[in-house]
């Protein structure tokens, strides 16, 4: 565990039963499974919300936004596959726990966050342990295209459409994950980029999530 003392045993027991719900819902990757498990999503709550942090669901946070619930995070880093090592691009950082997550499960994260607030309030939580872990606050729409290309990229607000330069920044052999449509609700869609560069699009469904805005905010 990555964050192993500030847990409590408590907690720990609401997470076995979180995983025990949310397993039935449909998350079967082990490896998801075990990270949730371990990851002390207590953490990255609002204070008004603590008590609630191993409820399956979505929570504000500050600047109008939410932390996922535990069957969306389990549900998208089900679809990236994660391998320990993967490089993976993630955009949208908020509270932080996505993130928690892809660390857990030995990935290399390169995480996004468009509104100061959120980035300093995540940077402070990481800060001072040895993370593979690499924060920017800069507009997501851009991603990182100096650290490109990355094996996977998540994106945890939803956009219009999929950004095209986020696609480009993606290896051959990679795996998008993005929740696609407007404010009626968007699709959950795996964009797998195949070795001539074109894209294999496969729909998992209706989620909500916040939109993707470009540019940053202080």
């Given amino acids: 565990m990555i964050f192993n003392t500030l847990d409590s045993p408590d907690f720990a027991k609401q997470r076995k039963e979180l995983v025990k719900s949310i ?24 204070k008004y919300f603590v008590d609630k942090s191993y409820q399956d669901h979505a929570f504000p946070i500050n600047c109008g936004q939410s932390i996922s619930q535990p069957f969306t995070v389990g549900f998208q880093t089900q679809l990236l596959s994660v391998l320990p090592g993967d490089k993976i691009l993630e955009v949208g950082t908020g509270s932080g726990y996505q993130t928690a997550i892809l660390l857990e499960m030995g990935a290399k994260v390169y995480t996004i966050e468009r509104q100061y607030e959120l980035y300093l309030q995540a940077k402070s939580l990481f800060e001072g342990n040895k993370f593979n872990l690499k924060m920017f606050f800069t507009d997501g729409y851009k991603g990182l295209p100096e650290y490109s290309p990355f094996d996977s990229i998540l994106l945890t607000a939803a956009a ?36 001539n560069g074109s894209c294999k699009y496969t729909d998992y469904g209706a989620f909500m999530f916040v939109p993707m805005v470009s540019g940053t905010k202080k």
Avoid: W, Y
């Fill in 23 to 46: 397993e039935k819902r449909g998350i079967s990757d082990k490896k998801v499974l075990d990270a949730i498990r371990k990851t002390p999503r207590h953490i990255f709550m609002d």
């Fill in 160 to 195: 219009p459409t999929v950004p095209q330069e986020l696609i480009n920044q993606l290896k051959c052999g990679g795996r998008m994950v993005a929740p696609i449509g407007g404010k009626q609700g968007q699709r959950m869609m795996l964009i797998e980029k195949l070795d």
